[in-house]
């Protein structure tokens, strides 16, 4: 039996937290241009929003953090477009940090923003999509950070460690009506993303990916398409993991580094 087109989301209406630039922007522009309504929120309305065929998405100012500003998102974008299908958890973050000096407070914000928020913003989100008849669809936006934790990390890896779990139970709780997914996210190429990778596009951390670069941001943007479009129907507390394979292991480079030297010095033999 044909579903039509799976990607098309016309009729949908559409939330994507942290939509105003990155990864969130490239996710607004990829529903926008299926044909859904898209509500984004960040602190500040952009200069330039998210943009495909000439539509651009509603600029809500919002912080997630805050549990009944989370709620008068969702609400706002029920009163606009009269229903809610997908929420993207997109907006996350956090600077490096030394877990022996950090601050109480710097810690409270990071884990308020990678893992309350997204709590708030769903449990708002599930209100209205279990009162509608086909449901909806969360995607929490998570890191590899969850699985394997960086030096500099320790409160955004525990934060998006329990984002994951978070998406686990949300999906036991809220099914069948309301599926909720998880992607973790690995090295994406962003123009925030050029202080941590360097400027050269991630040419000299791609030898570490297995697939030979750094994410792009519509990389996440398809499979945010695909968990909450009409492919992906039974797909429910899944982790998808968009990371080009991981990383390969340090062990492995440094001995394929140490061959390659050895060659270089082997003298040659005369036949």
């Known amino acids: 039996m044909g579903i039509g087109n ?12 942290g939509g105003t630039k990155g990864i969130g922007a490239a996710i607004a522009a990829m529903f926008l241009a299926a044909g859904a309504e898209v509500m984004v929120c960040g602190r500040n309305e952009p200069s330039a929003p998210p943009e ?3 539509r651009t998405p509603h600029f809500r100012s919002v912080d997630v953090r805050d549990p009944a500003a989370a709620a008068g998102l969702v609400d706002a974008a029920v009163e606009r477009f009269g229903r809610l299908d997908v929420l993207v958890n997109n907006a996350g973050g956090s600077p490096d940090a030394d877990a022996a000096t950090v601050s109480p407070r710097f810690v409270e914000k990071v884990v308020a923003l990678n893992l309350l928020a997204p709590f708030y913003v769903a449990q708002a989100a599930n209100r209205i999509m279990q009162a509608q008849q086909d449901g909806g669809s969360v995607v929490n936006i998570g890191s590899v950070s969850a699985h394997t934790p960086q030096p500099g990390t320790a409160a955004y890896t525990a934060a998006k460690a329990g984002l994951l779990a978070l998406t686990r139970a949300l999906a036991l709780e809220w099914a069948p009506k309301v599926r909720v997914n998880h992607i973790t996210t690995g090295l994406i190429r962003t123009e925030s993303a050029v202080p941590v990778y360097g400027d050269d ?4 951390v791609a030898g570490v990916i297995p697939m030979g670069r750094m994410a792009v941001p519509d990389d996440v943007a398809h499979a ?3 968990l909450t479009g009409d492919l992906a129907p039974y797909i429910n507390g899944a982790d998808l993991a968009v990371h080009g394979g991981g990383e390969v292991p340090a062990r492995f480079l440094v001995a394929k580094d140490g061959r390659r030297r050895d060659a270089h010095n082997e003298p040659f033999s005369s036949s």
């Open 201 to 204: 596009g991630g040419a000299a």
């Open 6 to 17: 799976p990607i098309d989301f016309t009729g949908r209406a559409v939330i994507v937290t």
């Open 224 to 226: 945010c398409l695909y």
């Open 52 to 54: 495909a065929g000439g």
